[in-house]
């Protein structure tokens, strides 16, 4: 699960918000990609990257933040395989020679490391240093906070705790066996899995599971801010995680041995601290520096008015689809939606048409039926109980009424609050309470997911929750969410706030996990998407949207909608 | 002037003895004198009438004391309005919102004959329904907080101020220390655990919504209760001394005799000036809490949540971040001023004239 960096969370004032996720579309791109015209551009100037903040952290295999994942690709830290740039970005190799090559039904999976690439010390990037940084993530004392999908796919065995049998390099318990899984001969990884993982190549470009560190530069959890360059820029000095820091040219970079990065400006300079608000009040103002400054948080719904009132701006804006769904999850375990026919009428009741004006209109968010984000593959056209958008209360009461079910049905419903989100379910509430619900809101501000996801929430009857796909496919989608086997556990619905367990989903899950052709397994998940909706088992609302605005000196803005929808500094100049 | 409950008694009147209980005669009405034939007949005044004719020749006060009727009166019947229909603070008009980031359309936010205030951007909720039922949740809060503070400070005020010794200590310390807890940090972070508690002593359901006006009450009125128990305990050690406790105590009387019998009738001076400068600084202090989102739950409408919301909207929609603003300004502003105004014509020593 990635999530949404803070800068745009930022929206206690707004927009969405909230955890998750990265990646998104992979064959349909949506035609909204907003390029700068391909005007003349040139080396040199200062990119500021205006931010909320605070940092998350720099290091790749302790991140797990969409957009602060894309700028250490593009800035600090090159993957075994990446995105492209421009309008259609495609998976291409980046550190490895080629896409990789799968064998054995996608249970092995060999990479060539070019032999070019430097560190910025002007050592060799190895596949040594491949396979150590791709052994960070198992040591999970230390280690935290990253994807994990590793300990789930590698083939390396548990201990009886369920936990995997190797404790990561610092501690080397268990070494032997990683070495066995993940193999060097000379620049040729070889990875042995436990299961199929057919879109392995897409998990290196979007994620850092394994991405390059050398041993004699790791400081384990202490690397969190202090990154190791293989990019076009390092690190000046420090990086204060409150308030940011400041990357410059890395000497031992060479743009002949990298196919992507076209790395215009001379420096970046992160800024972290500054509160939604004020960021969009600065790029509208375009003074001084801010003229070469972006950002990752998507403005808030009270900035859109101004954006529409500032003259030029519209020239400088870029209105995205975003990687993120919110959703409706009923809880399948309390008393009222333990009923099938009450889900359905819960979520033939929900208004999303007031939902959407409530966040600030269609340019915040697009109404969905599917979790499967509309630029993914894995999208399905459904409407599981044929309600329009804006909500059927009447259809919703007789399904009530004909269920036999007292009304009115007393529940409530748990949302992350803000003060947008007040106001978003309190809109959504009246066609709930209209349909014969009697609905209670409750807000939680703080740790929103763990609070959720834990037993004392059980009796809650449907959460709120918001979610991205980290690679351009359904099984980031559908089994993270809704696979109750790999989530429920005594203390903890983990992401599956729902407590959806259901034989029939899961076994197509599996199935799903199976099909090596792409377009039939994307296809599979989607239809997973509309048997888990047609169960009631979750409601979506709507895929949101980024609007970014960027100073009168950028060129080349463009968002990467396969590196999560965010600004991609990949070919941004400022000259 | 706004007086946080925190505030430590520095005031210079704050320990003095009501004068009102202790002045027969207002040094600004004509003096009666006796045995000038020929005078007015002797006016006697009671305490109480003299308080009065001053308060009554108090314009600003007056003003104030009205205002603050208007806004508990309007707070009260507000669950009614919305009731029988007058008022909406629920009914969403996504109609009169749809443009760009849903802000409501025409001037002043919205400003129409069936929305005086204009609307809620985002929602189209009538934004003067909102302020009305928002003030009720508020004052209710406020108002029971400080009858806690007020009750609580008042017990334990007369037991410090009148056993003295290590109960005084004990309990002056206590108080010191209830003092020197940052309340509102307290608020926020001890929400989670104690509205659960609160939930399962009142014995609520787990799916029933949190008791959060409880929890609020009871915060805001344990925070707020030293600073009446020191005002209390000040004003009892200088009356236990009097003879009329002496003469009491030599009596027999008992201890809760002598408490409530013979003490608290000489409190409720200092008691009702505090009620009324503590009330706004619960006023603003339930407004903070909604502003950190700590408040209670949506859609109830309370004045902090408004605001809230009102802050990101500043630019964007004036009007909208205007209207709740002055709202919660006239409203601590009245009772403060009705606070002062009590005082002085309580205690005329520390006019302002």
Same mark, same amino acid.
Not at chain 1, 221 to 245: C, H, I, Q, R, V
Not at chain 2, 15 to 28: E, Y
């Given at each position: 699960m990635m999530r949404m960096k803070k800068g745009a969370a930022a929206v206690a004032l707004g927009a969405a918000v909230a955890m998750t996720a990265a990646a998104c579309s992979s064959g349909s791109t949506p035609s909204t990609t907003t390029a700068s015209t391909a005007a003349a551009v040139a080396k040199g100037g200062t990119l500021y990257i205006l931010n909320l903040g605070p940092h998350n952290g720099l290091d790749v295999q302790q991140s797990y933040v969409g957009a602060d994942l894309q700028t250490a690709n593009r800035v600090y830290m090159r993957y075994l395989t990446s995105y492209s740039t421009g309008a259609n970005p495609k998976l291409v190799p980046d550190l490895a020679t080629d896409l990789g090559t799968m064998s054995d039904g996608g249970k092995t999976w060999k990479f060539t490391i070019v032999d070019n690439a430097k560190w910025q010390d002007g050592a060799k990037v190895t596949c040594e240093d491949v396979k150590y940084g791709g052994s960070r993530t198992f040591a999970t004392d230390l280690i935290?906070?990253?994807?994990?999908?590793?300990?789930?796919?590698?083939?390396?065995?548990?201990?009886?705790?369920?936990?995997?049998?190797?404790?990561?390099?610092?501690?080397?318990?268990?070494?032997?066996?990683?070495?066995?899984?993940?193999?060097?001969?000379?620049?040729?990884?070889?990875?042995?899995? %436990?299961?199929?993982?057919?879109?392995?190549?897409?998990?290196?470009?979007?994620?850092?599971?394994?991405?390059?560190?050398?041993?004699?530069?790791?400081?384990?959890? %202490?690397?969190?801010?202090?990154?190791?360059?293989? @990019?076009?820029?390092?690190?000046?000095?420090?990086?204060?995680?409150?308030?940011?820091?400041?990357?410059?040219?890395?000497?031992?970079?060479?743009?002949?041995?990298?196919?992507?990065?076209?790395?215009?400006?001379?420096?970046?300079?992160?800024?972290?601290?500054?509160? @939604?608000?004020?960021?969009?009040?600065?790029?509208?103002?375009?003074?001084?520096?801010?003229?070469?400054?972006?950002?990752?948080?998507?403005?808030?719904?009270?900035?859109?008015?101004?954006?529409?009132?500032?003259? @030029?701006?519209?020239?400088?804006?870029?209105?995205?689809?975003?990687?993120?769904v919110d959703y409706i999850q009923p809880n399948m375990t309390s008393t009222a939606m333990s009923n099938p026919k009450v889900r359905q009428a819960f979520a033939m009741a929900t208004n999303r048409d007031a939902y959407i004006t409530a966040n600030g209109g269609p340019q915040v968010m697009v109404p969905t039926y599917a979790m499967c984000n509309k630029v993914l593959a894995c999208y399905k056209d459904f409407n599981p109980f044929g309600a329009p958008t804006a909500g059927d209360p009447d259809g919703a009461k007789k399904v009530l009424t004909d269920a036999g079910v007292a009304m009115p049905v007393n529940i409530t419903v748990v949302y992350r609050k803000t003060p947008t989100r007040d106001k978003s379910f309190a809109a959504l509430k009246e066609t709930w309470d209209k349909a014969g619900f009697n609905v209670t809101l409750e807000g939680i501000t703080d740790k929103y997911y763990r609070t959720i996801s834990g037993a004392a929430m059980k009796t809650k009857d449907a959460f709120y929750a918001s979610w991205g796909a980290d690679w351009p496919s359904g099984s980031t989608d559908i089994p993270p969410l809704f696979d109750g086997r790999i989530n429920i556990t005594p203390t903890s619905s983990n992401q599956d706030y729902g407590y959806y367990n259901s034989d029939a989903a899961n076994k197509a899950m599996d199935a799903a996990y199976l099909i090596t052709d792409p377009a039939a397994r994307e296809k599979a998940w989607g239809d997973i998407d509309e048997m888990i909706s047609k169960d009631g088992g979750v409601i979506p609302l709507v895929n949101q949207k980024f609007t970014f605005v960027y100073g009168s000196g950028v060129k080349n803005f463009e968002v990467n909608t396969l590196f999560g929808g965010y600004a991609d500094l990949a070919n941004i100049a400022v000259k | 002037?706004?007086?946080?409950?925190?505030?430590?008694?520095?005031?210079?009147?704050?320990?003095?003895?009501?004068?009102?209980?202790?002045?027969?005669?207002?040094?600004?009405?004509?003096?009666?004198?006796?045995?000038?034939?020929?005078?007015?007949?002797?006016?006697?005044?009671?305490?109480?009438?003299?308080?009065?004719?001053?308060?009554?020749?108090? &314009?600003?006060?007056?003003?104030?004391?009205?205002?603050?009727?208007?806004?508990?009166?309007?707070?009260?019947?507000?669950?009614?309005?919305? &009731?029988?229909?007058?008022?909406?603070?629920?009914?969403?008009?996504?109609?009169?919102?749809?443009?760009?980031?849903?802000?409501?359309?025409?001037?002043?936010?919205?400003?129409?004959?069936?929305?005086?205030?204009?609307?809620?951007?985002?929602?189209?909720?009538?934004?003067?329904?909102?302020?009305?039922?928002?003030?009720?949740?508020?004052?209710?809060?406020?108002?029971?907080?400080?009858?806690?503070?007020?009750?609580?400070?008042?017990?334990?005020?007369?037991?410090?101020?009148?056993?003295?010794?290590?109960?005084?200590?004990?309990?002056? &310390?206590?108080?010191?220390?209830?003092?020197?807890?940052?309340?509102?940090?307290?608020?926020?972070?001890?929400?989670?655990?104690?509205?659960?508690?609160?939930?399962?002593?009142?014995?609520?359901?787990?799916?029933?919504?949190?008791?959060?006006?409880?929890?609020?009450?009871?915060?805001?009125?344990?925070?707020?209760?030293?600073?009446?128990?020191?005002?209390? &305990?000040?004003?009892?050690?200088?009356?236990?001394?009097?003879?009329?406790?002496?003469?009491?105590?030599?009596?027999?009387?008992?201890?809760?005799?002598?408490?409530?019998?013979?003490?608290?009738?000489?409190?409720?001076?200092?008691?009702?000036?505090?009620?009324?400068?503590?009330?706004?600084?619960?006023?603003?202090?339930?407004?903070?809490?909604?502003?950190?989102?700590?408040?209670?739950?949506?859609?109830?409408?309370?004045?902090?949540?408004?605001?809230?919301?009102?802050?990101?909207?500043?630019?964007?929609?004036?009007?909208?971040?205007?209207?709740?603003?002055?709202?919660?300004?006239l409203l601590v502003l009245s009772f403060n001023l009705l606070g002062d105004g009590l005082r002085d014509a309580l205690d005329p020593k520390a006019g302002r004239q």
């Open positions: 935290s906070n990253g994807p994990t999908y590793s300990l789930q796919f590698l083939d390396i065995p548990n201990d009886a705790d369920g936990t995997s049998s190797y404790k990561g390099p610092y501690n080397g318990t268990g070494q032997a066996l990683y070495d066995k899984a993940v193999t060097c001969d000379g620049q040729t990884l070889t990875l042995h899995f %436990k299961t199929p993982w057919a879109d392995f190549n897409q998990a290196t470009a979007a994620l850092g599971i394994f991405a390059p560190f050398p041993k004699a530069q790791d400081k384990a959890d %202490k690397s969190l801010f202090a990154p190791w360059s293989n @990019g076009p820029y390092m690190l000046e000095g420090t990086f204060d995680p409150a308030k940011g820091g400041t990357w410059v040219r890395n000497p031992n970079w060479d743009a002949a041995t990298d196919p992507i990065r076209k790395a215009y400006p001379d420096k970046i300079v992160d800024v972290e601290g500054i509160q @939604g608000e004020t960021v969009y009040q600065r790029l509208l103002a375009d003074g001084g520096d801010d003229k070469t400054a972006i950002t990752f948080g998507t403005a808030p719904p009270s900035v859109l008015p101004t954006i529409a009132s500032t003259p @030029g701006a519209d020239k400088r804006m870029a209105n995205v689809p975003a990687p993120y | 002037m706004t007086v946080a409950p925190g505030e430590p008694e520095n005031r210079s009147d704050a320990s003095a003895v009501p004068v009102a209980s202790a002045v027969a005669v207002d040094p600004g009405s004509p003096v009666a004198l006796d045995g000038v034939d020929g005078a007015v007949a002797i006016a006697g005044r009671t305490p109480w009438q003299i308080v009065m004719r001053r308060l009554r020749r108090d &314009r600003v006060t007056m003003v104030a004391f009205g205002a603050s009727v208007f806004f508990v009166a309007l707070a009260a019947i507000a669950p009614l309005l919305a &009731r029988i229909g007058i008022l909406n603070p629920d009914q969403t008009h996504p109609e009169l919102v749809q443009g760009l980031g849903s802000m409501p359309e025409g001037l002043m936010g919205g400003v129409s004959w069936s929305h005086w205030l204009g609307v809620e951007p985002g929602t189209g909720r009538d934004l003067l329904s909102r302020i009305v039922t928002g003030m009720t949740t508020s004052l209710t809060v406020a108002l029971l907080a400080t009858l806690f503070s007020v009750v609580v400070g008042t017990i334990i005020g007369i037991i410090s101020g009148f056993a003295g010794g290590r109960v005084d200590w004990l309990l002056s &310390r206590s108080m010191d220390l209830v003092l020197s807890f940052p309340s509102t940090l307290m608020l926020l972070s001890l929400q989670a655990v104690l509205v659960d508690r609160i939930a399962s002593i009142m014995g609520q359901p787990s799916s029933a919504p949190p008791p959060k006006i409880a929890f609020m009450v009871l915060v805001l009125g344990f925070f707020g209760f030293p600073f009446f128990a020191r005002i209390i &305990r000040g004003q009892v050690l200088s009356l236990r001394e009097r003879e009329f406790v002496e003469a009491a105590r030599s009596l027999g009387a008992r201890r809760g005799r002598l408490y409530f019998k013979e003490l608290l009738p000489h409190l409720w001076a200092p008691l009702l000036v505090y009620t009324t400068l503590v009330l706004p600084a619960n006023i603003s202090a339930e407004a903070a809490l909604g502003f950190l989102g700590v408040g209670l739950n949506p859609p109830t409408a309370s004045l902090g949540a408004i605001l809230n919301d009102t802050v990101s909207y500043a630019l964007p929609d004036p009007a909208y971040f205007f209207f709740p603003g002055v709202t919660v300004f």
